[in-house]
């Protein structure tokens, strides 16, 4: 999992590439006169950026997926009267088709600069606990919802010459246990991305891709929940191959690992900042700690053969191996 870099890299790479080396270029854009839309602004990534930009002069359109939750609550008590809060649910094209008419009544002289995706969920499964229904909502939301998002309001995008921000996962190219449907929505997301940049460039709109690391304890994305509750999806003979102690480990590392991740999002706000206001963004932003940048930064030129074998060094992957159809007391898992 996400933890194989630090083994990979190891403390002589410590020193690598400073986190944010790559966002040095002046921010040029005055915010006054343009219109930025962000989804999935009731908290995490996209709550911190509607703030920020709020701050910087910009009329922000923050789409939220409950309007009257505390997240868009707290945004309309801290933000100026330039930010407005939309209905937005990225899955349906009739909340769509609302915000797009909203903003386009209420578009400053400027037009609409930016359209940030960043609407997003993440869980975790192994492929064979998950159902295909939980393969299409994660890949509705954070995949079909930025497409839909982007198709909407593309054209308003062109008249600005403006930007086109997505945020991705570095499981969009590190592949590992228990993230296969992320990876999945994450990877196609990327492809659609990189897509719409060669076509936009006709247009002279710019288009960029952040890539975050752990930042699950700064943004609550990801879904917590219980070895049981693993364990009471599993039919009979999923039991059986995985076994309850496995689930229990996995369950263990998997909580443990989210402990570790960054605990504020700043990093990413920096980024997101970079890529909307800057005169020369960047295409892709890798937002890991130093020691795993250098890691993550080669991990997708590297022949398969050699990027499978970086699991060998996790010992939650022997583990697994070994307790796998282990010989095991019938009795022993949870009724």
Request: charged content about 20%.
């Amino acid at each position: 999992m996400y933890f194989l870099s630090a083994y990979f890299v190891g403390f002589c790479f410590l020193p690598f590439i400073p986190l944010m080396s790559s966002c040095r270029s002046n921010h040029v854009l005055d915010g006054c006169g343009h219109a930025v839309l962000i989804t999935g602004c009731d908290s995490g990534f996209g709550h911190h950026l509607a703030r920020c930009l709020d701050q910087k002069g910009f009329v922000v359109f923050a789409g939220c997926l409950s309007p009257g939750g505390a997240g868009a609550q707290s945004l309309v008590r801290q933000s100026s009267s330039n930010l407005k809060i939309l209905k937005l649910d990225v899955t349906r094209d009739e909340d769509l088709q609302q915000a797009k008419k909203m903003v386009q009544e209420n578009l400053p002289e400027k037009g609409l600069w930016a359209v940030v995706s960043n609407a997003g969920i993440s869980d975790w499964a192994e492929i064979e606990w998950s159902t295909i229904e939980d393969f299409q909502k994660m890949v509705d939301v954070n995949l079909f919802g930025s497409i839909r998002t982007s198709i909407a309001f593309l054209p308003l995008v062109h008249a600005s010459k403006g930007r086109m921000v997505f945020v991705s996962s570095i499981f969009s190219f590190f592949y590992c246990l228990n993230m296969g449907a992320y990876s999945v929505s994450k990877r196609g997301l990327e492809a659609f991305a990189d897509c719409l940049r060669v076509e936009m460039a006709s247009f002279g709109v710019k288009v960029s891709i952040i890539q975050p690391g752990n930042f699950g304890q700064a943004t609550n994305i990801l879904k917590r929940k219980t070895a049981l509750d693993i364990w009471n999806k599993l039919d009979d003979e999923k039991k059986r191959i995985f076994g309850r102690e496995y689930i229990d480990l996995a369950n263990d590392y998997f909580t443990s690992t989210c402990r570790v991740g960054f605990k504020d999002t700043d990093p990413v706000i920096a980024a997101m900042l970079h890529a909307v206001t800057s005169a020369r963004p960047k295409h892709r932003y890798l937002l890991v700690s130093t020691m795993e940048m250098f890691f993550f930064s080669i991990f997708p030129f590297l022949p398969t053969l050699l990027a499978d074998a970086v699991f060998s060094l996790s010992s939650m992957y022997r583990c697994r191996k070994e307790m796998l159809y282990a010989k095991r007391d019938p009795q022993n898992s949870y009724l």
